[in-house]
């Protein structure tokens, strides 16, 4: 194997080391000797992520995101109904999010460069969701809404489950708040002129 594929390779396994333990654990309170001892690594493997803590925390928090992201984007492809694919995407963010702990997000909100990414990611599925309802509002199987609207105030509910006012105000988790969240959406969305056996999101 190429020198730099397995650079490559040994990099995209210490991220994901280090998502799983930020997740479950935050990254706050954890110093780069910290980290290798937990690992057992030495720091110049840790170093092969990124040349500082900082950019480590920003390049780990960064790959979480993308590689959700894609998995949810693969689930959303697999239907071909737009109600159902919203319904998808909304349940697989809180999916992918069920192993965040309030601790990371804690930590997220704490450290600007890792919360500018968490927002850059905010504002995409807000307008993701804004497309999947304007394509099932023309499709038929959604009713007719301001998507613009729709997106923007699922923006706004996402960042206060961030920030954790949703969690301080409901004690709901963030994984559980956007299952709510999916629900209060999907069920808005529902086309009340159909019988509930017959209207395709769930």
Not at 10 to 16: D, H, I, V
Not at 106 to 122: C, I, K, S
């Amino acid at each position: 194997m190429p020198s730099h594929e397995r650079f490559r390779t040994r990099r995209e396994k210490m991220l994901g080391q280090l998502r799983e333990l930020f997740l479950a654990e935050g990254f706050a309170s954890f110093s780069i000797g910290d980290l290798a001892e937990r690992f057992r690594c030495s720091r110049s493997t840790l170093y092969a992520v990124a040349p500082s803590k900082e950019q480590i925390v920003v390049a780990t928090v960064r790959s979480f995101f993308k590689t959700a992201a894609e998995r949810i984007e693969t689930r959303v492809a697999a239907s071909a109904d737009p109600a159902q694919q919203l319904a998808i995407y909304l349940e697989s963010v809180a999916s992918e999010l069920q192993p965040a702990s309030a601790t990371f997000f804690a930590d997220l909100a704490d450290f600007g460069p890792a919360n500018e990414v968490y927002q850059e990611n905010t504002q995409y599925a807000a307008r993701r969701v804004q497309d999947l309802v304007t394509q099932g509002v023309k499709a038929g199987v959604l009713r007719p809404v301001h998507a613009s609207f729709l997106g923007a105030a699922v923006a706004e509910v996402m960042g206060s489950i961030q920030r954790g006012a949703i969690q301080e105000a409901t004690g709901l988790d963030s994984a559980q708040a956007y299952r709510h969240l999916a629900d209060l959406v999907m069920t808005s969305l529902a086309d009340p002129k159909k019988p509930a056996h017959e209207r395709r999101a769930t």
